[in-house]
């Protein structure tokens, strides 16, 4: 077994980094033990098999495309990143505005619902489709709300009229066609 | 005073592209160098060259020093050839379990393969090194590579390697003992 104090210091003796009284202490080891010696024979012959172990050389044109296709990779992203960075950008400026945009919008369809209804809040559910051939006017049903809606789609459902006329808890069956009633009240 | 390689790192860092090849220039081989040694073949030193360079231009506002640009330039490297290699060895791990092949029933074939008329080829030398370098696990390998091949100081493989020094020293040392029982015949 090599001694420990050389197995910590062939490293720095090989390299030549090793101080002078360490390297004196080190040879005179060495002189001594044979497998100390041996150790750092190992060490020297691994780090030179190793030394000796060139690449193969992939050629000039090789090294002349790589760094041309690194160069244009680097080129690519840097212009994607500017265009990121614009698309941001502006995205955060629209996003300043969002709330207010989205404030202004429900102004202005509170205003309309208002001006169309004559009513300051919108009323109650009282209808619900049951599937999309039937709906169910539930027993408190409100003529008002039938009204409201019937204001703003009537143009299109006439079927809207027949819910306006048809007493609480009474089923509407039948298509929804935009304009027409195919089949009645039950 | 700055000297060339400072005003290349602060032009690069400032975006100049004319900086940055010429610094792709000065450090290509170097880097293919260590990722070929590391990996063994060169579409996989290829690939992490190539990364490399492009992982460094997107970070190049963090490089803070001339000497920081070409420790954070191998440390990309390095980082990026150990992950590889871990990613293959998975795949490896998973095809040699299906086929029932060990490691050391790999490095026995290959030990029984080595007979003196054929170790005294230079390739066939070279061959066997590089392929016990590529059975060191990933950190060893660097370690090996970085300090016994391409002569950096443990400080710097350190600093590469993000570790303490008496890791470096521990990976070399287990690595070297690994190596010369492989390489026994050989060297």
């Not at chain 1, 005179?28 to 780090?47: G, H, M, P, W």
């Not at chain 2, 070929?36 to 992982?55: I, K, P, S």
């Not at chain 2, 600093?159 to 040392?173: F, Y």
Request: proline share 4%.
């Amino acid at each position: 077994m090599p001694y420990h104090h050389i197995k910590l210091l062939t490293d720095d003796y090989l390299a030549g980094t090793i101080s002078e009284a360490d390297k004196a202490r080190f040879e005179e080891i060495l002189a001594d033990d044979e497998d100390s010696r041996r150790y750092v024979e190992e060490e020297k012959r691994l780090r030179a098999a190793l030394i000796r172990d060139d690449i193969p050389d992939p050629g000039e044109r090789y090294w002349d495309g790589l760094e041309e296709s690194i160069l244009s990779q680097t080129i690519r992203r840097a212009t994607e990143d500017s265009y990121e960075r614009t698309i941001v950008s502006a995205d955060s400026g629209r996003d300043y505005l969002r709330p207010l945009l989205a404030l202004a919008a429900s102004l202005v369809l509170f205003a309309a619902s208002i001006a169309v209804t004559g009513q300051d809040r919108a009323p109650a559910l009282r209808a619900e489709v049951v599937t999309t051939s039937t709906i169910v006017v539930t027993p408190d049903a409100e003529e008002t709300f039938i009204q409201s809606v019937y204001s703003s789609v009537s143009a299109e459902l006439n079927i809207l009229s027949a819910m306006v006329s048809s007493p609480p808890g009474g089923v509407l069956t039948g298509r929804l066609v935009p304009g027409a009633l195919s089949s009645g009240i039950k | 005073m700055k000297t060339e390689l400072q005003d290349l790192v602060e032009r690069f860092i400032g975006g100049d592209q004319q900086a940055f090849a010429e610094l792709v220039r000065r450090y290509k081989k170097r880097i293919y160098s260590i990722a070929f040694r590391m990996l063994g073949n060169h579409l996989d030193a290829d690939e992490v060259t190539q990364e490399a360079f492009v992982r460094i231009y997107t970070k190049r506002k963090s490089i803070k020093s001339a000497s920081f640009f070409s420790s954070l330039l191998l440390r990309i490297a390095t980082n990026y050839a150990i992950d590889l290699i871990r990613k293959k060895q998975k795949r490896f791990v998973s095809l040699d379990s299906e086929t029932g092949a060990t490691e050391a029933v790999q490095l026995e074939m290959s030990d029984a393969r080595t007979s003196p008329e054929r170790i005294l080829e230079n390739a066939e030398l070279m061959d066997e090194i590089r392929r016990a370098i590529q059975k060191l696990p990933p950190r060893q390998r660097a370690a090996i590579v970085l300090h016994d091949v391409e002569g950096y100081t443990k400080p710097e493989v350190a600093v590469i390697m993000r570790c303490p020094q008496a890791t470096v020293r521990s990976n070399l040392h287990i690595a070297r003992s690994k190596l010369k029982k492989w390489l026994s015949k050989i060297i």
